[in-house]
């Protein structure tokens, strides 16, 4: 289980946090779930979310849209606990296929997020809507930590400041990570030897974070991140043609 495919997991978790701000978890769960069963690597990667959210809340305290947080939790709490039972009750291969699916559509989303950006700045979400992306960016999360990227389709057609879409992003991902944790635990897909294994790599996701801090005054974002789907999409394709 600790091997140099979880512990570059939880370097990359790290760096991407630190550096790009960019849900790390939508492209470690599909490189992961090719090395172990999917489940496990869900659930291995939940403490590690958990931290790198604690590692950046200082940063962000109460720099987010109260407004907005308010539309967008209740869903989460649906979503996530919707995500969480799919996610124990699913059977490995449909896992995968599910695993996959998400890789590949939302990496896409991300790439043509970044190319056509003018296309999402156009449109304009209502708080009903954002309650609906909340409730699938919940489900997403819980079942392959890529519920930020679902949450950026709403939080983008905002108008927020960039620093305020960051903080509301952040409160998100904090509160459903801390619930996939509770439910995760409930349920009996996170187990004391995963936990034990995930505060064993801290180290690592915070040698992670060390490196995304001198990368990101070296690189550019937008190529970077292009980049980073692509190996997304990739891993995804590979998860469903492996199932």
């Not at 989460?76 to 896992?95: D, F, M, N, Q, R």
């Not at 156009?122 to 992306?133: A, D, R, V």
């Not at 305020?164 to 459903?176: D, I, M, N, S």
């Amino acid at each position: 289980m600790l091997n140099i495919f979880s512990m570059l997991a939880a370097f990359v978790a790290g760096l991407l946090k630190t550096a790009f701000g960019i849900g790390a978890g939508v492209f470690l769960t599909p490189l992961l779930s090719l090395t172990m069963d999917p489940k496990t690597a869900v659930a291995l990667m939940a403490p590690m979310m958990l931290i790198t959210d604690f590692s950046t809340l200082g940063t962000h305290w109460k720099k987010w849209d109260k407004k907005q947080l308010l539309i967008i939790l209740p869903g989460a709490l649906l979503g996530t606990i919707l995500g969480s039972y799919y996610l124990v009750g699913a059977s490995p291969e449909k896992t995968k296929i599910t695993i996959g699916t998400i890789a590949i559509l939302f990496s896409t989303l991300q790439i043509l997020r970044i190319k056509k950006e003018k296309l999402f700045t156009n449109i304009k979400f209502s708080p009903w809507q954002g309650s609906i992306i909340s409730i699938a960016a919940g489900t997403a999360s819980a079942i392959a930590h890529s519920g930020g990227i679902v949450l950026t389709i709403y939080l983008i057609t905002q108008n927020l400041k960039k620093e305020t879409f960051v903080a509301t992003l952040v409160g998100f991902l904090l509160f459903a990570d801390c619930l996939k944790i509770v439910m995760f635990s409930r349920l009996g897909i996170l187990t004391l030897p995963l936990v034990k294994i995930s505060l064993f790599l801290v180290p690592v996701l915070f040698l992670g974070s060390w490196a995304g801090s001198k990368l990101i005054k070296k690189i550019s974002d937008k190529q970077f991140v292009i980049y980073i789907n692509i190996l997304v999409f990739i891993s995804g394709l590979i998860l469903l043609i492996k199932h």
